[in-house]
């Protein structure tokens, strides 16, 4: 599931890889999704409209050991120690090649 205010993987890409992805627009839509698809891993950027995606983890992290990965264009330590201490799987930032993206989602999923 990606959770995204701009949720698209670019299609070329999402070929490439066996992930078959549930977009959501903001964190609260994120959620309900998260309900109904039962997903494998979740990417989730925090810089969302109606629920952030830190409000988003927190509340994935009430019911859920799915993993999240963040993918966001925040760079900065203190989002990325935040997002770990919350319950990430993993923290990437933007912009990043959609095969590394593909490696470090691959990674995660294999946490659980």
Request: proline residues 5%; glycine residues 4%.
């Amino acid at each position: 599931m990606l959770a995204a205010s701009n949720p698209h993987l670019p299609q070329s890409d999402e070929k490439k890889t066996s992930f078959y992805t549930v977009a959501a627009y903001d964190g609260r839509e994120g959620l309900e999704s998260l309900a109904i698809a039962r997903p494998d891993i979740v990417m989730l950027d925090l810089q969302m409209p109606m629920m952030d995606g830190w409000q988003a983890l927190e509340r994935i992290r009430r019911s859920s050991s799915v993993p999240v990965v963040v993918l966001t264009e925040l760079g900065d330590a203190q989002s990325e120690e935040r997002c770990l201490a919350l319950g990430a799987t993993d923290y990437v930032s933007k912009p990043i090649q959609s095969r590394t993206l593909a490696e470090r989602v691959t990674r995660a999923a294999l946490v659980v």
